[in-house]
């Protein structure tokens, strides 16, 4: 059962890959047309003042692919604006290899693209067929396969080929959808030599994160311990002051008093504990990932579904900050966002955690609003992962996190 599950999840996720694929390559076809008309033109000079402009839009559809792999799969890194100056830009690495992908998956994509949704549809269709014949002419018969329908028998042989298509769809969905990313894979990561210096940059920018993040988190510790467990404990010595001279003068206001030094040892020490569990929580510990992300779901005001798929412990320090991630998204999702559900989603897949928060609020999350959402983005970048953000005005207001934990 769970094999068919995950068979179905499979195809279902492959679809989704393929109807996105066709889009980006109905895209990449009216790119590549409009850079030939534009070459075309060039050998007569009237188009090169165009060419800059065609670049860009190739430039535009490649970095929507890149984007749209890396959500799937290992990320694949922006290059950038087209370099200025049409000879230079025709002599930059990316751009040739861009150009090569725009012609190559204008037919592979859209190929692959309408198989794929062919497929389901022509299941749907002849699956149904024997139900509805009666309604259409003998000789309008749908399918793959063109016959005229002479009687229910016909009919049925028409719904066993949309069982036909629906078995193929199962089975070859994930394959299409692969041979459909090949070309993006293939031509869209950076040329050998140019991916280092990248990595480098890229890395470089992490660390400065990772230090930010861990000022900022030595910053909040600091505030938390000056603001509360430091006047709690310069109360609890002052009441045992007042406590000490009490006793020689007044023994019953003496055991007042110490009875508020010890409510304010308690409350010193419950501020204590609560600094130390966003430090690391112990319950991560004792209860795993799926059992904190419980308790946090538990307790969250906005009713809240949760959906952990992760049956391998990964890095306390990924635990961490996918526990951090999620409480802090909640939080804002509670003082922000208005919405009456939010769903969790966390899963394991190619070395990779993926966290996936999503609420029917009213939208328009901001980073620069000063809502912890710059806080999650510099953690989740200081242990090299990802985070994108949807929130249009009217919401839904969903937030993607990846992070690397190891195969």
């Known amino acids: 059962m769970a094999y068919v599950r995950g068979r179905v999840r499979a195809s279902v996720d492959a679809l989704e890959h393929l109807v996105g694929g066709l889009g980006t390559a109905t895209l990449a076809l009216g790119a590549l047309l409009w850079a030939a008309i534009v070459a075309v033109t060039c050998l007569v000079g009237v188009g090169l003042l165009a060419a800059p402009g065609a670049l860009r839009a190739v430039r535009w559809v490649s970095d929507r692919e890149r984007t749209r792999l890396s959500r799937w799969g290992e990320p694949i890194p922006t290059p950038g604006p087209v370099p200025a100056g049409l000879r230079t830009a025709t002599r930059d690495p990316f751009v040739r290899r861009e150009l090569g992908w725009v012609a190559l998956y204008s037919l592979v994509g859209l190929v692959t693209g309408l198989v794929g949704i062919a497929l389901p549809l022509y299941a749907v269709q002849d699956g149904t067929f024997p139900l509805w014949y009666r309604l259409v002419p003998p000789d309008a018969a749908p399918g793959i396969v063109w016959w005229r329908i002479d009687g229910l028998s016909d009919a049925l042989w028409v719904g066993v080929l949309g069982v036909g298509c629906l078995a193929a769809a199962f089975w070859f969905s ?9 070309p993006g894979r293939l031509l869209l990561p950076p040329p050998p030599g140019v991916d280092l210096s990248l990595r480098v940059a890229e890395l470089t920018a992490t660390r400065a994160a990772a230090l930010d993040a861990h000022a900022v988190e030595l910053r909040r510790i600091e505030r938390s311990l000056h603001d509360g467990t430091q006047n709690r404990l310069v109360a609890v010595n002052v009441l045992l002051g007042a406590a000490r001279r009490a006793v020689r003068r007044n023994p019953d206001r003496a055991d007042e008093i110490l009875g508020q030094a010890q409510d304010a040892a308690e409350q010193a020490l419950g501020e204590l504990r609560t600094v130390v569990r966003g430090i690391l929580p112990p319950v991560l510990d004792d209860r795993g990932l799926a059992g904190a992300l419980a308790g946090l779901a538990g307790s969250c005001v906005v009713p809240c579904r ?81 985070m994108t953000l949807t929130s249009p005005p009217g919401g839904p207001t969903r937030m993607d996190v990846e992070l690397p934990c190891g195969s």
């Open 174 to 182: 994930p394959v299409l959808a692969r041979l459909q990313a090949w």
């Open 306 to 386: 949760l959906e952990v798929d992760v049956t391998v412990r990964c890095a306390a320090s990924v635990e961490a900050t996918a526990y951090f991630v999620v409480a802090e998204a909640l939080t804002n999702v509670v003082r922000h966002s208005g919405a009456s559900q939010v769903d969790v989603a966390v899963r394991r897949e190619r070395g990779r955690l993926l966290v996936c928060i999503e609420d029917d609020g009213h939208g328009d999350a901001d980073e620069t609003r000063g809502s912890g959402l710059t806080g999650i983005r510099r953690r989740v970048e200081a242990y090299d992962g990802r």
